[in-house]
């Protein structure tokens, strides 16, 4: 068997080819590449998607969230937000550079989401609620005004139980729905129990553009004004600026190349979880390792299938082993964000959780265009490696 890349945008693009030429050919007729026609149309057709009132692209996913961050009241460097420490770096950076400070919570142990539970061990264990009724860091005595909730893996968070959470707190909510594009709970998608949500369109995402783009979701047409001005320049009216504001647009050519691959999101994603459940279903044998947890069955978008070993050592091992067999495979995240350089201010001791996670996670491959056969493959070196004791 040839090798089997842990992703490989080579074959969507000879599914997609044709499309993505002719959209970008009549951006070039049009020279028209910033804003304009071209991004509003596919603003307009995302948010029918997505079923969101609002959406407004802009230049990443990181982008997304730090003018989500700001619209929602970050910015004087002094208040804290709740972020997972089980993420993707940008996550936590953004409330950073947004003027914020984290305060690091646990993920549930079975869908690596926070959850009112987490939330609330970590408002008690690091914050005190005041007289005035507003929780503060014991550490620095910072106010807490939000929580940055990250649907990982493709899997939404119990966004019902969050918001009611939230808000008998007095916190503000925005999503990172950067990895579950069209997953919903409840009917509902990112965004719409919240200040907003945050995508990314990097390339590997489940609806990647030809370099980077973002977006942001919500159902607050104040929300939506502000981005539309913090994209520009913090300006509404040419060269009248109001606030300091960014350059943050999607590029015309990245919103046809979006739009033109929008058309496939939906049998992408239908076949992502074809190929989770078929994981699940052959993993289901052996105890070495647990699958995702399937109690909310057509929920998560998969945008990773994350497997996790009971004993952290054996995941290097099965690594190599997969490695070895010419099998992709990746580690996400294999340094928690409480533990970054870059935090260095916010590190901290007691989260054991996320790290034990981060030692014995793995991702196995799971883009559309992988086929059958290269799945059992990858499935009976796993479960060999397994049954060897090898592991
Ligand atoms: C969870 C999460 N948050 C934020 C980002 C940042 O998105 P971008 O790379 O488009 O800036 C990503 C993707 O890279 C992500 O996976």
Redesign the pocket.
Known sequence: MSPIPFFDLTRQYGQVGDQVKSAVLSVLSSQQFILGETVSRFEKRIADYLGSSHAVGVA??????ILLLKASGLGSGDAAVLVPSF??Y??AS?VCLAGGRPVWTEVDEKLYVVSPETLEDALQTQCVRGEDGVFRTREGNHPVRGVLV?H?YGQMADMAGISAWASSRGLWVVE?A??SIGARKDGKSAGALSKGA?Y???PT?NLGGGG???LVTTEDPRVADHIRSLRVHGSRQRYIHEELGYNSRLDAIQAAILEAKLEFLPGWTDRRRVLAKRYSDAFSSQDVFRTPDWTDEGNSVYHQYTIEFHRPSDRDRVKKILSDAGIGSEIYYPVPQHRQMAFKPFFRSGMDLTDRLSSSVLSLPIFPELSDLEQAHIVQVLLDASRKGGV
Not at 60 to 65: E, I, K, P, Q, V
């Open positions: 990443s996913g990181t982008d997304a969230l993420t993707f940008a996550s953004s990250v990982l990172d950067c990895q945050a990314s369109f990097f995402k980077d783009g973002g």
